[in-house]
Every structure is written in C-alpha cells, then in structure tokens.
C-alpha cells in the first residue's frame, strides 16, 4: 500500500508563473518530508526537506508547505523556469528510519 | 556531488543469470542505500547499509543481497535474475543517517530478458 501519493502524473506551467506539486500521505507518525528532483537518465537530486515541526520552509525559488492535520505537503517553485522541467519526487519517513516515495510528478514549464 | 559512481550503466541479461551491480563513494560516508525505481511505484528501498558488514533489509528485499566489505563500495546481487527484476537501481549515500536527506548516484539500467 502506497504510504506516499503523488496524485497528480504530469503537470504544465507557463515559464514564469507558479507551480505547485503536491503530495498526500496516510502514516501520521512520519515526521520528515524531502523532495527531490530528477532529470532523464541521472539521479535524482535533493531539493527541499522540512520537519513536522515547522509548517512552511523555503529555499530560494522553492518552498515547501506542510498541513499535518490534512497530512498533506507541497512543493511551490515561483517563478518557474523551463530548466524546471524534470519529475519531482516527495519522500517521507519516521526519523531515522526508511524513507518512502512518492510515484513522482512530471513537471513541464512551457517557454 | 557526493561522489558516487554506479558500475555498469547498463546491463542486458538473461533470466537465471547472477548479477552484481556496485555502488562507489569516495567520501566515507557510513551510510549506503539501493533502490529501485519502476513505473507507478516511485523509489523503493530494497536494502541498506550502516557501516562496513553492518546491513539491513528494505521494502523489497526479496530476490536480491548485498555486501559491503569497504566504506567506499556497496553491492547489490540478484542471485538468479528474473523480469521482475528489470528496473532502473539507484544508489544512495546519507551524510546524516538514515532518516535524512541522501545523495544518489546516477543509476543502473538492468534489463533481463
């Protein structure tokens, strides 16, 4: 069973404007959410982590939002730019513990 | 760059046939992980490792064992390759410890036919 969710398969953004990736998931115990991004053909590659005890971190261009009671997060890149384009990965776990992924969102941002 | 290389990139095999795929670091780090990345399932951990000789098992460690004799090198076995096991592997250090944010190499495409 899928502990982490990424609903949302592909998304389409014009350059510029917001994107927002989001990700659901069912086990309230974990405590540290990451997202990663990921080219074709290479690894994937650590964007942003935030603890359960904070609600919102930011990092440049990228900020991550965490609603516990929803147990839900996302990702906002603002603005967005075409070398955005890439699968975007949340992963979460229990600390020090395993780490579970999401299925991935293929974010396209249009010149 | 956390300096890891994953050898070979590709591999084409046969059902019933070992495989071994290696993970290099060349920055100590004590913390070595492998998953697999399939379509509709996101990475999923199949084993890892905390220290030289010291590993543990992951999400789907069934079909597949490790070693890690050195720091610098993790390997992954598949004792007897099966299509299942057709995936694209991924190797991943931890700077801070399990739980926390890794560094993955680029991957390893195994094909088994």
Redesign the interface.
């Known amino acids: 069973d899928q502990q982490v969710k990424q609903n949302s398969p592909s998304l389409s953004v014009q350059e510029g404007r917001i994107s927002i990736l989001n990700c659901d998931y069912t086990n309230s115990m974990f405590d540290y959410f990451l997202w990663y991004k990921k080219y074709p053909a290479e690894g994937p590659t650590f964007l942003i982590s935030i603890s359960s005890i904070k609600d919102k971190n930011e990092d440049g261009r990228f900020t991550v939002f965490l609603n516990k009671s929803a147990k839900h997060l996302s990702l906002h890149i603002v603005p967005s730019q075409p070398g955005d384009s890439a699968v975007y990965f949340c992963a979460a776990s229990v600390t020090g513990n395993q780490f579970y992924f999401g299925t991935g969102t293929s974010l396209t941002v249009i010149p | 760059d956390a300096g890891?290389t994953q050898s070979p990139r590709h591999k084409v095999t046969e059902t019933g046939t070992p495989v071994t795929l290696r993970c290099h670091q060349t920055e100590n780090h004590r913390y070595m992980y492998w998953y697999r990345q399939d379509p509709?399932?996101?990475?999923?951990?199949i084993h890892?490792s905390y220290g030289v000789k010291d590993t543990d098992k992951?999400?789907v460690s069934d079909g597949y064992s490790v070693s890690r004799s050195k720091t610098e090198d993790f390997l992954l076995t598949l004792e007897s390759a099966t299509s299942s096991q057709t995936s694209v592997y991924?190797c991943?250090i931890s700077k801070l410890?399990?739980?926390?944010?890794?560094?993955?190499?680029?991957?390893t495409r195994l094909t088994v036919t």
């Not at chain 2, 410890?97 to 991957?107: A, M, R, V």
């Open positions: 890891i509709g399932h996101g990475l999923r951990l890892y992951g999400e991924f991943a410890g399990t739980g926390y944010e890794q560094y993955f190499g680029p991957g």
